[in-house]
């Protein structure tokens, strides 16, 4: 009779849970529906109107590999960006980092560390930074440069918790600092992402969907926005050095809300347990851009050898490339499990870029 009742109360449980997460995952479609709705009527793009872009370079080279449609697939620690729901399938603690040239010069950097807590959940801390050379100062007096170099710099920080309601529903977040400055001035802001992952009972299909980067505007003060100014040009013998203050404008951050897609043939619909195919797919709606297709698939031998392939901003209009590819291993060090990711992307007339990512499991 105990028996029976834990079960029952167990299944009243999750079961709840599920309903719970059902009724948020709604509501939050909703709002999105609504906030997306100010947008629909707009003919133009609004490309170049957010601030901190940088929160829209990928990480890890699995995910880039398969064109970035990973929204139902990342279930490492890259999932911290790609979609916080999937730490929830973290079994033991995991340390990554990718490091990379981006364009023109630039270097950026991910690192990221989660720990999963039996019956309480998986948490995540991260950090990203991208880096930009000196730049030589200049005014109008002095087009060719004054001799002073000028330091930029953009990173964001952040924790994020993920845990799973049922055996097939989880649930994940992320509160993140960001900041970008240039010389004696910089902008600070606050973000959310929300992460959901959802197993069909259908062939384990995966749907999911994430907003990230939903928070505050961002705008530019510091020193440098201080300035002496002749309020009076037509007229001699006044003031000319009136302090002042330039006032920059407030730019939204780069919000984006996905919808993912994914299966895999060989284990689900193939019944080969030794193989993985999975085939993905990735809606998104970014608010500073069109929306597009990302396309994405992965073979996998023993989930120890991996070769990929994707897609990415399909049907976006005037996008910089989108063919993508790599491969991955895991392999056995010491007593860790080390995966090593790689991903070849084309950038168009930016050329192709190599990148690569580590992940310790321990």
């Not at 710099?153 to 977040?173: H, I, K, N, P, Q």
């Not at 001699?236 to 002042?244: D, F, L, R, S, V």
């Not at 006032?247 to 993912?260: R, S, T, V």
Request: glycine share 10%; with cysteine.
């Amino acid at each position: 009779m105990n028996t029976k009742m834990t079960s029952y109360q167990s299944d009243f449980q999750g079961s709840r849970h599920y309903s719970a997460g059902c009724r948020f995952l709604a509501a939050l479609m909703m709002f999105l529906m609504a906030a997306a709705t100010g947008t629909e009527a707009q003919t133009i793009s609004r490309v170049g109107t957010t601030a901190a872009p940088f929160l829209k370079i990928g990480v890890g080279g699995r995910a880039l590999a398969m064109g970035e449609a990973v929204t139902t697939v990342s279930n490492d620690i890259t999932a911290l960006y790609w979609n916080p729901a999937g730490l929830a399938q973290l079994t033991t603690s995991q340390a990554g980092i990718s490091h990379y040239s981006y364009i023109a010069d630039l270097t950026y950097d991910f690192g990221a560390v989660a720990v999963p807590i039996p019956e309480v959940g998986t948490f995540g801390l991260f950090f990203s930074y991208l880096n930009s050379p000196d730049i030589e100062r200049t005014t109008i007096q002095s087009p060719n440069g004054t001799g002073e170099k000028v330091q930029s710099g953009f990173w964001a920080v952040g924790v994020g918790y993920a845990r799973e309601l049922t055996d097939r529903f989880s649930m994940g977040a992320n509160i993140k600092f960001i900041r970008e400055s240039i010389w004696h001035s910089q902008a600070d802001g606050y973000a959310l992402d929300i992460g959901l992952n959802y197993i069909t009972q259908f062939k384990n299909i995966k749907l999911g969907m994430m907003i990230s980067n939903f928070g505050s505007t961002m705008k530019m003060d510091g020193r440098d926005m201080q300035i002496q100014h002749d309020i009076s040009t037509g007229y001699a013998g006044n003031n000319e050095n009136i302090n002042g203050h330039l006032d920059a404008d407030e730019f939204p951050l780069p919000l984006q809300f996905k919808m993912g897609l994914s299966a895999d043939l060989a284990k689900d619909f193939m019944d080969m347990p030794d193989y993985n195919w999975i085939i993905a797919v990735d809606a998104v709606h970014p608010n500073d851009n069109d929306e597009y297709l990302n396309l994405g698939t992965e073979f996998g031998l023993y989930e120890r050898f991996f070769l990929r392939t994707g897609y990415r901003k399909l049907f976006l209009k005037d996008a910089l490339g989108g063919f993508s590819f790599g491969g991955g291993a895991k392999v056995d060090v010491m007593g860790f499990n080390m995966a090593i990711d790689y991903a070849n992307v084309d950038f168009g007339r930016l050329d192709h870029q190599n990148k690569f990512s580590f992940t310790l499991s321990f």
